[in-house]
């Protein structure tokens, strides 16, 4: 090392000021631990350098999750939304999903200066390009890889306890559209070309995968009388539990829908040819469920047209986003497909459409804390990991940034399982499933989906994010009153019970409800269909001695009172799970000592190590029949 570097010592480093970078480090700092979080470039801090919006189905559910804990995604899209709207509204209550359009430079602006206030956090402008690690052996000549720290580009040590790789789509990454290739990382930053290297010595193995973003258009050559618009929520409904709708609504900005055509389709098929993703130039793996348009329409040859969303980058830019036409083809087959879109026949592109390119880990070399198996203190969070999507990003940051100060503290690792939050499900799912692809969060990929809610992930989580010291007791004392006064409010209606007298018939006749026969309480009529908590109101007579409550608290009593039944069936499904996830799996197991195990099953989990029975139930390859071999060697051993 040259002698005249810096150096410098820290708790915990942080690699890549991504979202899954700025949630590590806010949540390391706020634990007390003394964090540098280093940025290839400041303009990169929280970029979102593809969709300008946070949330969306499942995705909503992670933000909220994440604000529960005490994370600060929610909280930042809350101050620059420039349009908010709840999804699938017309469905269950499990699926409704809160997205908002962000305006970018704001919300990149506004997480920065989060960041630079926060106490026992760094932020600084540098390319790290090694990882410092030591070996430690032990008296059997077992020996394992500790990390100790990080150098960067410019020769400057930055010791640390643990490190955290939060890389996102910069490692060795590449842009391409047609045969033109930028040796870049995202938005034209510059690229991460050291790391990777640094990291294969350390034995971790990488690999490569593509994502893209479609072309950016100038607002004021498109026709949007041509489009359907796009209007936000009348009402707003904030991402952060710590906000009223009061204190963040605005003016919103609307979007636009317009559609292909088969003319566009055309023009694609003629030029497939030309498209590096079909040509095998591009060599990383896509992600299946944001395909680009080139994939859609190869893929999908009977739809004669694909929906696209025009969306504004923010409230002072005339850049327009395109969603649903993610491509890789050459400049003038994007403006060739584009301007047969009805609105955007004599448009012009700001900035091109490109995929991109760049190393990533398999997660599955991860414990579930998000720590490397085989290098000690090295944690890794975001598209690293071989996710895709800010909010998985951001959900895996903040987990990565708990868990790294934990093991500072001394204190056990905290992992959400899949019945507690769609956290859970997401890093369970990564490292255990070996996921071939980009991964993207989904509502189908929650077996309990009807308890994990968007609407109640604080009931869920905020208990976990006060015991770490993320949530202070201000914000947990109003967390618990709010949670008194639900449940105290539900055990009421439960044993209020009214009878069919004239009022109470009368009322049933009016909203067309099948009349009494005998007494029943307040929250069997509220479980009909047609009736519900404010509408009760009117045969209520207690109500007025309960005192006002917030929507927020009615929503909570009428999904608890009318989904009851199916979500004492869940609970029930939930403690069968428990109980396989509690049957622990030895840590020096040795496979090959488990007779009847099939070859597959062997390999697979040796290779993955699982921690429990659960886990190991979930690993691909992995049969029922396995399981019950594996049950009955842990047993007869236990």
């Known amino acids: 090392m040259n002698v005249n570097s810096v150096v410098e010592e820290y708790d915990v480093v942080v690699v890549g000021a991504g979202h899954a970078g700025c949630e590590a480090a806010l949540a390391s700092a706020r634990m007390g631990m003394n964090t540098i979080l280093f940025t290839i470039s400041m303009d990169s801090v929280a970029m979102m350098p593809c969709n300008p919006n946070i949330g969306g189905s499942s995705k909503g559910h992670l933000v909220r999750e994440l604000d529960a804990l005490g994370g600060e995604m929610g909280k930042n ?37 989060t960041l630079q206030n926060q106490e026992n956090l760094t932020l600084r402008q540098a390319e790290v390009s090694e990882l410092l690690y030591e070996v430690d052996i032990n008296e059997e000549d077992d020996f394992k890889k500790v990390i100790s720290g990080v150098r960067t580009f410019s020769g400057a040590v930055y010791y640390a306890k643990a490190v955290i790789l939060c890389t996102g789509t910069y490692l060795k990454a590449r842009c391409i559209y047609g045969d ?101 130039f591009i060599e990383g793996t896509g992600p299946r469920y944001c395909p680009s348009i080139e994939d859609k329409v190869m893929k999908f040859p009977d739809k004669n047209k ?75 969070a975001g598209q690293i990991n071989g996710s895709s999507g800010y909010e998985e990003a951001a959900a895996q940051g903040i987990m990565a940034g708990i868990n790294a100060a934990r093991k500072l503290q001394g204190k056990d690792p905290v992992i959400l399982d899949r019945s507690q939050g769609y956290i859970g499900v997401l890093i369970d799912d990564l490292v255990t499933k070996e996921t071939q692809e980009p991964y993207r ?17 604080d009931l869920r989580l905020t208990d976990i994010g006060h015991e770490i010291g993320l949530i202070d007791d201000e914000r947990y004392a109003a967390f618990c009153d709010k949670r008194d006064k639900i449940n105290n409010e539900i055990k009421r209606l439960n044993e209020i019970m009214v009878g069919g007298n004239k009022k109470v018939q009368t009322f049933l006749e009016k909203y067309e409800s099948t009349p009494l026969k005998t007494a029943v309480s307040l929250a069997e009529l509220i479980r009909r269909p047609e009736l519900d908590y404010e509408k009760i109101a009117e045969i209520d007579e207690g109500r007025a001695d309960v005192g006002e409550l917030t929507p927020e608290i009615i929503e909570q009593i009428n999904i608890d009172i009318k989904y009851e039944g199916y979500i004492i069936r869940q609970k029930q499904q939930v403690e069968q799970f428990k109980k396989m996830e509690k049957k622990l799996i030895p840590e020096d197991i040795n496979y090959d000592d488990v007779s009847n195990l099939r070859k597959e099953a062997r390999q697979k989990l040796a290779a993955i190590r699982p921690a429990s029975i659960g886990q190991a139930s979930r690993i691909s390859g992995v049969s029922p029949a396995d399981i019950s071999v594996l049950l009955i060697y842990i047993t007869a051993k236990g």
């Open 77 to 113: 899209i809350d101050k620059t939304y420039i349009q908010s709207k709840m999804l699938n509204v017309s469905k269950g209550p499990a699926v409704h999903s809160l997205r908002a359009q962000a305006d970018k430079v704001e919300y990149t602006k506004q997480m920065r200066l």
């Open 180 to 280: 033109v290739v930028n040796y870049t990382g995202p938005n034209g930053l510059m690229a991460a070309n050291h790391l990777s290297d640094s990291m294969k010595e350390a034995g971790i193995f990488i690999r490569r995968f593509k994502t893209g973003t479609p072309a950016r258009l100038d607002k004021k050559t498109i026709d949007f009388s041509k489009m359907v618009e796009q209007k936000g929520d009348e009402h707003i409904v904030p991402f952060s539990f710590t906000n009223k709708e009061e204190d963040i609504k605005r003016e919103q900005i609307s979007c636009w829908l317009t559609y292909t055509n088969e003319e566009t389709h055309e023009i694609i098929k003629e030029n497939i040819d030309r498209s590096p993703l079909f040509s095998g």
């Open 306 to 380: 694909h929906q696209l969303f025009i969306e504004p980058e923010g409230e002072f830019t005339n850049e327009m986003y395109m969603g649903g036409m993610s491509s890789s083809l050459p400049e003038d087959v994007q403006y060739a497909m584009i301007r047969t879109v009805a609105g955007l026949e004599n448009v012009k592109i700001i900035r091109n459409a490109y995929a991109i390119e760049y190393d990533c880990i398999n997660a599955v070399n991860l414990k579930a804390n998000l720590e490397f198996k085989e290098l000690d203190g090295l944690f890794a």
């Open 441 to 457: 969060m989904m509502t189908s990929r929650a077996e309990y989906r009807l308890l994990l809610r968007q609407d109640n992930a």
